[in-house]
Structures are given as C-alpha cells and as structure tokens.
DNA sequence: CTGTTAGCGCTTTCAG
DNA sequence: CTGAAAGCGCTAACAG
C-alpha cells in the first residue's frame, strides 16, 4: 500500500506538499498540483484515514447506539428508518457510522462512553427518552458531543423528536371526530417520556372537547401484541366500555385487533383502532389500520446534522436544541366509522 | 485527556512498560504491574484508539455495507435482524461495526472500496447475491478480507446463507401435503441468486411429486405488495387456475391475501398462501401467513464469525467457506386446508 | 509556493 | 523484567 511518501518521492516533492494537495489547499502551482495528481494515480493512492484521524484528532465518524429495549419499543422499522436517515447525511458528508446494539441501558451507557474516550467516535446519536436518563447524564458529565433522537426531561441537550404530544391529540381529535366517544388509551411503560407525551396529548384532546378522562380506560402495558390483546380483554372482563382504541404503538392495534376478532366486534363500526408509528404493514391488515406515521428517516437526517454542525462549528456550540418533526395521521379504514363498507 | 506517557510518568516507568501491561504482557513484574494500574485508575486513562491502530495497523472494526435496493428485497426486519446478530458477536469480540447504507449497488462497492482502501476496516461483510455480482468480483480483486451473506456464483467465496432451495421444497411439499394441486410460484427479480434457489425448489418438489411444472403458473415481479397483488389479477385475468401460491416474499404473499379478498376468494379453503421471511406482523393478518422463517439473527453472527476468524488467523484463511443454515417452516392457518376452521 | 521539523499516541524491536 | 529509540502515515506550524 502506497503512503505519502511513496507520491512525495515520485512527484519529486516533500510529503507535506503532497498532504496540501490532497487538502486542496489553494497555494500549490498548478504545475506540482499536476506533477503529484500524476504521481498519486500513477501508486493508486488512497489516503490512510486512521493516519489523518491521529494527526488531525478527529475521526469523521459518529456513533449511534441503542439498546434492545429501545429497539423493541420502537418496532424495528422505526430504526432502520433511522438509520437509513443517518446514513444518507453521513455519505453527503462524508462520515461514518459507527453502529453499536446493546442489550441494556446500562451496556448502551458503557459502550457510549467507550467509544467516546478510546475516541474512536467524534459524537454520538444516541436513541433514549426515559424519564430519569442515566445514559444522557452520563454523556452531559463526560462532555461527549450527541444528540438526542427522542426527548431528554430534565437535563437540556440537543435532540430530535417527532411531536408526540401533538400527534396524540389530533389522533384522538380525529377518533372524536369520527364519532367515537369511550376511547381507550394503551400506553408503553411509564418510564418513557414517549409514553408521558402520548398520553399526555390523548389527555388534552379529551379536556377539550369537554370529555372527562376516566382512569379505567388508560392502560400501560409492555410493547407487545399479546399484551395490547389481553389488556382489552381485562378491561372487557371488567365491564369497561369503550368503543375505540387509542394503541401508542402499533403492536398493540394488532393486539386490539385480534381482540375485536376474538369477541366479533366490528372494526370499525363498533370499535375504532389507531395505532402510532405506522409499520409497513399497516395497509395491509384487515381492515387496514389508521396510524400516526412517524417521519423516522428525517429524524436520523436531522439527529446527524445537528450533530455533525455541532461538530464542525464548535464556537456556536450550543447546549439545547430542540427540533421537533411533525407526525401524520394516516387515516385508514380502522377508524372510518362515518365512511360506507368498502369493498376493496 | 490522559495519554499512555501522563501514566508512564506517575508509575515512575516508561511508556512501553505501560503499553505492555495493557496488553496483559506476561513478563511484568507484579509490583509495576500494580503501580501502573494504580496510576491509570489515577488519570482514569482509557487507551486511544486510533493509535493503537496506527501502531497495529488494524482497526478492529469491521464494515457492513447494504444498498437499499437489498434492503428492500430482504424487507426491512431481515436487515435489522442480520445487523443484532452481527452487533452481538462484535461486542463479545471487542470489534466495532462501521455500518454504510448506499442507494444502488455502484455506489456500495466504491464504499466498500473505500472503506478497504483507507483502510477503515479490517474486513467487511456484505449482503449481495446478484447472478453476476460486480461487487464481489471487486473485493475479490482488491485482496479485501470479506464475507457474502447470500450466496456467490462463479467466484468462490466465504459466504453464509439460507438453504433457499431445500426451504422452497419444504414449502412446495407442505402446500403438497395440504391438498394444493396448482401452486403458483411468484418470484422476486431473476438476477438474485436468492430467486433462483427458490425456484429451483419449487421446480424440484414438482418433479419429485410427479406434477408438471407449468410455465404460466411462475412469475417474477419486483418486491412489493402491489406487484404480487396484480401479479395474481393478471393470471386470473388469463383464466389460470390455481389453489395456492407460493410467495418468494412476505410482501407478495400480503398482495396474495388481498388478492384473495378482493374476489371474495376464502383462505385457505380455496387458496392456500405460503410466503417468505417470516416477517414479524405475518402472525398477525387474518388468517396468519404461513412463511419460511430465516435465521436472520444467526446469519449476522455466522457472517461476522467467519469475518474475524479469517481476519485473526491469517495462516489458515480458507477462500470458499460456504456456511448454509437451515430454515424453518411456520406454518400457520393461510395453507390449513385440511385443519377445522379456526375460532381464534 | 514549498521544504523542514515536530509531533498525534501507541507499539515493538533491540539492548541490557 | 524494563527502557530507549524508531516507527505507523499523516498534518501543521515555522521558516524561507
């Protein structure tokens, strides 16, 4: 493998001249420009990054970490979706991606740190929003650079998220809207500030259209379709009506689903489901199911260019930034109440 | 930040006797050995990364590259599920993943390339198996260290893979032993070796059931719900009979139970659905797809295994490995002929 | 505009 | 068992 060196030599020049070209610096004759382009083609060489990365103490690579349980919240399109964001911005930009899964928090917390010390990273997107966020308090101490995909309570950083809050009122607007009135909220864990959001927004629609909040109709189970099922068959169990399904997240629509199948209860003439994140597979279920999509690409676009200005302007540095996305309810069959049968 | 000489000169020694505690050196005597954990505890000193690579010219990293068009064909959950079994064998054997995501194969393999050439990675492993594989011929010829999950043809390679044919065969036979007698074989792309595997299982369980292999009854469309849906319409347009179909892909077989819906055609009683991946929702339609279920996961960790096994031992690199996990039929109510109807 | 000189932080012979 | 010295390949003042 050809080294700097190697081009100096042939060019018949010094290896900084050469270093200057490869930068592009701007007080090079054209003439040596020439003579070392030829002789950099001439040993195809390419530059070692890891040489520059030491020389330079940078690396142009950020990591992006996350633990299984986030994973599994999430649903898995919602992180390739991510990822896929990341990744577009770091090719224009030139930087890598550097991808750690995690089983835990707590792992997720230890390999963050890692790559930051061994500076193996420049920054890090990092993909949490518990309440009380060991991970985020760990990265503010240790100075790292990262950004937040979702909300950080508490302690101010830089992150992105969609509108959850907003999300949640203007689906359970659209279920009022469509006619709907003892709505049930299926919420994740309580340890999420996601779920707060949610519910939250499902809170604030009611209140204002006048329609009291019954504490019987939230529930807060794990991300799963079996607990989603068996949470509506406990409400059943107990004589609590409802009439529409407010899933946070789209395992527990399936969930909701299945229970209406189970009982023969129309969807969605005698009961509404809407889910959040719109999985793929959404359209494809019968009936297809209303979902707040999640603009989950652009959230990785904008977690990484926040990042990456941060980065690369460190006089403008700033310590809180906080660029909220905007969700869209896709309105599907499941929720139609109004609408006539279709026949697809 | 703390360097290897801040430690040296605490523990009052030399910087190579720091570095050789670090790498757990045998021949230190305990007494330095204590004073210079004690002095990195002191200056809580974490070794620098890309140093050390400078140093060892290696990276202990490795890169996964896709390009979305894969993404698409394998489905979102395949590629998520391959990169946790990668990420888990990486954070056992203390490598780090550097992740690339191209939009078209051209631009993989320069990234591959690149990654290779400035020397980012020690290896790469890639997800690729088109009949004429530019990509791998590239790698082949750059002397890069690498691994192909799919399957090579011509070259030989290290490489993991589904058994695509023999999991085809079981399918065919299942829908066989249902009671199926004109079973329509929906393909993916023809250029993917993974669409001729199939294929040729299907064509092969046929033949061995002594049941002719009617040309018209096999079609090959892009991935995607739509296509397998109209894919369906034309035939019946065509007035070809069959009771079942064989899905090469979840998203045909999702465009198969529409089909199905939409002329009122009862699954699986008259048409019995078999799809591909297993995609993690199939539980979840009505009725729940049968589909052939890949050790995404466990490809990822074979991948990567065999990635740092060739990459730490040099002296026993083989040049073709193929490794073939075997996949599991789940069967659901979708290809159930013979089962009672199902109260769920 | 270009060369010389010192590193970046760690590893690794080679002596002792 | 330990230290001195010479890199790994590149960048970045500092001169000229």
Redesign the pocket.
């Given at each position: 493998?050809a080294?700097?060196?190697d081009v100096a030599r042939i060019a018949?020049?010094?290896?900084?001249?050469v270093?200057?070209v490869?930068?592009g610096?701007?007080?090079?004759?054209a003439?040596?420009?020439e003579k070392v382009r030829y002789a950099m083609e001439e040993v195809s060489?390419v530059?070692?990054a890891i040489?520059?990365s030491?020389?330079?103490?940078n690396t142009r690579s950020v990591g992006f970490t996350l633990s299984r349980r986030a994973d599994q919240a999430f649903s898995n399109p919602f992180f390739s979706e991510v990822l896929r964001g990341i990744s577009s911005i770091a090719q224009q930009k030139d930087y890598n991606i550097l991808l750690s899964i995690s089983r835990d928090e707590q792992e997720e917390k230890e390999k963050c740190l890692q790559l930051i010390r061994e500076r193996r990273v420049d920054g890090l997107i990092v993909s949490t929003s518990r309440v009380k966020d060991t991970l985020i308090s760990a990265l503010v101490k240790e100075e790292a650079p990262f950004v937040v995909i979702g909300r950080s309570m508490g302690i101010p950083v830089l992150s992105v998220n969609n509108d959850n809050r907003q999300a949640s009122k203007e689906a359970t607007c659209h279920l009022l809207d469509e006619g709907y009135r003892s709505i049930v909220f299926i919420s994740g864990p309580r340890d999420l500030v996601v779920s707060l959001d949610r519910l939250e927004g499902y809170k604030q629609a009611l209140v204002e259209r006048g329609i009291p909040v019954k504490p019987e109709r939230i529930v807060s189970v794990d991300f799963s379709e079996e607990e989603g099922f068996s949470a509506l068959c406990t409400l059943r169990e107990n004589r609590v009506a409802f009439d529409a399904v407010l899933a946070s997240d789209d395992l527990f629509a399936l969930g909701a689903l299945r229970f209406a199948r189970h009982y023969r209860i129309s969807v969605p003439e005698e009961l509404g489901i809407l889910g959040f994140n719109d999985t793929p597979m959404m359209p494809y279920t019968y009936p297809p199911l209303t979902s707040v999509r999640i603009l989950s690409y652009e959230l990785g676009m904008e977690a990484i260019s926040l990042l990456i200005e941060g980065l690369e302007q460190p006089e403008k540095r700033q310590v809180k930034k906080e660029v909220v996305l905007p969700s869209l309810l896709e309105v599907r069959q499941s929720t139609q109440k109004e609408a006539a049968p279709i026949i697809d």
């Open positions: 493998m080294t700097i060196k018949g020049v010094s290896p900084s001249t270093s200057r490869i930068a610096s701007s007080r090079i004759s003439s040596t420009k060489y530059p070692n040489a520059r030491l020389a330079r103490s």
